[in-house]
């Protein structure tokens, strides 16, 4: 863990509550998958590249169902990330499919797919204002 994700830690933990939670679980799908580029990845091998394109891409993002968001990160991942927070992993999809396409949006303001934590912990805390 570096020392972003150390300071970062810190601040999301003074957060407290679901959101908090939510955050370093976002942090922590994103390093799991090696980045925003591994995230991307993930989508477009799971046959979502023209979604994942969209929210990269400047104009309006494609959406995600949250069925289509377990398709990608497989049911067991979600049940995982579902029980750390304590809610129903249909729950979490839902968010996912929600926040996510946002998220990279707001990560790739150019177009262009950098792996910026700090990009990412903004990204995030913005959404939940």
Do not use: C, H, R
């Not at 929210?55 to 995600?64: C, F, I, R, S």
């Not at 303001?109 to 792996?115: E, H, L, M």
């Amino acid at each position: 863990m570096g020392l972003f994700d150390n300071v970062a830690g810190a601040v999301l933990g003074k957060m407290g509550g679901d959101q908090g939670n939510l955050v370093k679980l976002a942090m922590e799908m994103f390093n799991q998958y090696g980045g925003l580029s591994g995230i991307l990845e993930k989508f477009n091998a799971s046959g979502f590249a023209e979604q994942a394109a969209s929210w990269v891409a400047k104009g309006e993002n494609l959406p995600l169902s949250a069925d289509q968001i377990v398709t990608a990160l497989g049911a067991g991942t979600i049940a995982e990330m579902a029980a750390k927070l304590d809610m129903p992993a249909d729950e979490l999809s839902k968010q996912i499919a929600q926040y996510l396409p946002k998220v990279v949006d707001k990560l790739t303001p150019d177009g262009v797919v950098s792996n910026n934590s700090a990009g990412l912990l903004g990204a995030v805390l913005g959404m939940l204002k």
